[in-house]
């Protein structure tokens, strides 16, 4: 079966710094292009950030609103991939997300699964 | 970045009822649209990719369609379960963006 699960989630003042871990299992993960996704309290799907596999150097994307602030890695050895959030806003308190994509006729697309979800609170 | 309109924000609808829910994009994404079913307390799960191409697994009274720059979800025959929040998302250019949900509630 595959499945994410986030962890790392909690409260932190503004300013903090948190690091989400998603770990991935029954698939090949190095194979697989990864993302974040976050919703407020609320609110709807807000895109994060992804990070393409090791055949594409690695390469990442963000979102205006994160950019420079998080960082997405992953280790493929341990089928894991992060979201390294620092110079948190209380803007940012959601429930952050991992998700996989796919690949259909050449062409990427975000097919889930999505993992249950960690809930990061900015708050002084 | 390309914008998202999703429509209505929210519809109420009874078991047996069929349902349209629409996604217009600011600009042109080709058919590089998915839809997303979200359950209260539950990740989303993905329904459709490519605008019309169901997901493994999802029953095919969930379809999907394209004109243009406007997509549309069309479930048949709304069963208890399939009242949730749906989301449209665009993949075509950064930032990957998605529509505001639609909630479909029971009447």
């Known amino acids: 079966e595959v499945q994410l699960v986030e962890s790392g989630g909690g409260l932190v003042q503004p300013g903090g710094s948190l690091r989400l871990s998603c770990a991935a299992s029954g698939f090949t993960f190095s194979d697989h292009y990864m993302q974040w996704v976050r919703q407020a309290p609320g609110k709807g799907l807000e895109w994060v950030g992804r990070s393409r596999n090791k055949a594409n150097s690695y390469t990442t994307e963000y979102a205006a609103s994160v950019k420079g602030r998080f960082t997405i890695s992953r280790d493929d050895s341990k089928n894991s991939v992060y979201l390294q959030m620092n110079s948190l806003k209380t803007e940012d308190t959601a429930v952050y997300y991992c998700?996989?994509?796919?690949?259909?006729?050449?062409?990427?697309?975000?097919?889930?699964?999505w993992g249950q979800g960690a809930l990061v609170t900015v708050s002084s | 970045d390309i914008q998202m309109t999703q429509s209505p924000s929210s519809l109420s609808a009874s078991v047996g009822d069929r349902v349209t829910i629409t996604c217009r994009a600011s600009?042109?994404?080709?058919?590089?649209l998915a839809w997303f079913q979200q359950i209260p307390g539950k990740a989303p799960k993905s329904l459709i990719y490519a605008a019309s191409s169901l997901q493994s697994g999802v029953p095919s009274k969930f379809s999907g369609s394209a004109s243009g720059t406007e997509f549309t979800l069309t479930i048949s025959d709304l069963q208890p379960e399939d009242f949730a929040t749906y989301y449209c998302?665009?993949?075509?250019?950064?930032?990957?963006?998605f529509g505001g949900g639609t909630k479909v509630q029971i009447k």
């Open positions: 998700a996989r994509g796919d690949y259909s006729g050449g062409v990427w697309y975000p097919s889930g699964p």
């Open positions: 600009q042109g994404i080709s058919n590089y």
């Open positions: 998302e665009q993949y075509r250019s950064y930032p990957f963006t």
